[in-house]
């Protein structure tokens, strides 16, 4: 089964909370974090199944595009979103803090 990487990039902590809860309930995807980008920005990152990684950032996308902005200058907290499937290993090196390498046993991960 291959495996995919999904980032959802949200404006603030209660957005990213939501986003992060959808997204694990809307598919069979592991949360592996968040990473604070700058600022309020934050990424919430999962992995999984590539349909299951693209059904939960699909979904992550709506829920943050659903939740209102309080601020007058930001028009909307969803930033952007992609999906990597199967991410090289290199990509480890440039991310030191994501879990690429799926050594023997990472379908424990899975729910």
Known sequence: MPIAVGMVEVLGHPPALSVADVMVKAARVTLVGYERVSGARLTIIVRGDVAEVETAVAAGVEAA?????????????????TVI???HA???AIF??????FGDGWERFLV
């Open 65 to 81: 595009k659903r939740i209102p902005a309080q601020s007058p200058k930001e028009k909307t907290l969803y930033l952007s979103s």
């Open 85 to 87: 499937p199967r991410p």
């Open 90 to 92: 290199n990509l480890e």
């Open 96 to 101: 030191p803090t994501m879990c690429f390498q």
